[in-house]
């Protein structure tokens, strides 16, 4: 049997580190939150940077903020005069947010909306590129079926928690609403013919997703 815990920090180990803006981030969190296990961290951080550098996307999407932490990361690979749009529903984090931009240096580059996903969504008015969804698990769908039509043919989505600490392959699925909600947005997702997935099983699982280009 595999020791998830000593895999997961094999990987961080072995894996490129932080630097110093997302290494203070990442203790701000700790200290001035009650929720740092939902900050990405330097894996999943990577690995959004990496997607992210390899698309260059000239408009990404970010729904649930949080402290800021992925933000930085998929902010690194826009393309020149790129943009990324991130919504946080948590009014109370809004100066450790700002404050982490500035010291990433990505400020010019991130428009911060707070308020909720939901009603947001539908006012925006740009073609994105990419769109990263980590907000209210109960609402993936939701989320889902809102940008859809605002990815642009061939551009992607990645959502995150999508195994939620294994519960969604359960046999039954627990029936509380956060598990519910991972597992329907899943099972949307894999009968949509309007696009392609993969769902890679690292920290709490991505689910990776393509708008077919013809579309």
Known sequence: MVNEDRIEKY???????????????????????????????????????????MLRPERILELGCFTGYSSICLARGLADGGRLDTIE????????????????????????LVGDAGR????????????????????YSNYYRL??????????????NVLWDGKVAENPVPADAQTQGIFDFNSL?????????????FRDGLNLIRKLPYL
Not at 123 to 133: A, G, N, P, R, S
Not at 147 to 160: E, L, Q, R, W
Request: hydrophobic share 40%; net charge negative; glycine share 6%.
């Open 11 to 53: 990987i961080e180990k072995y894996s490129s580190a932080q630097d110093s803006a997302l290494e203070w981030l990442e203790r701000m969190t700790n200290l001035r939150t009650n929720h740092a296990r939902m900050l990405s961290g330097p894996v999943v951080g990577k690995f959004l940077e990496f997607v992210s550098t």
């Open 147 to 160: 940008v859809f039509d605002k990815v642009k043919p061939g551009g992607y989505m990645i959502a995150d």
């Open 189 to 201: 997702v894999s009968g949509d013919d309007r696009v392609e997935n993969v769902i890679l099983p």
């Open 89 to 112: 529903i948590n009014d109370e984090l809004e100066d450790l947010i700002r404050e982490a931009f500035e010291r990433a240096g990505v400020s010019d580059r991130i428009n911060l």
């Open 120 to 139: 947001l969504i539908p006012d925006l008015q740009d073609m994105y590129d990419l769109v990263y969804i980590d907000a209210n698990k109960r609402e």
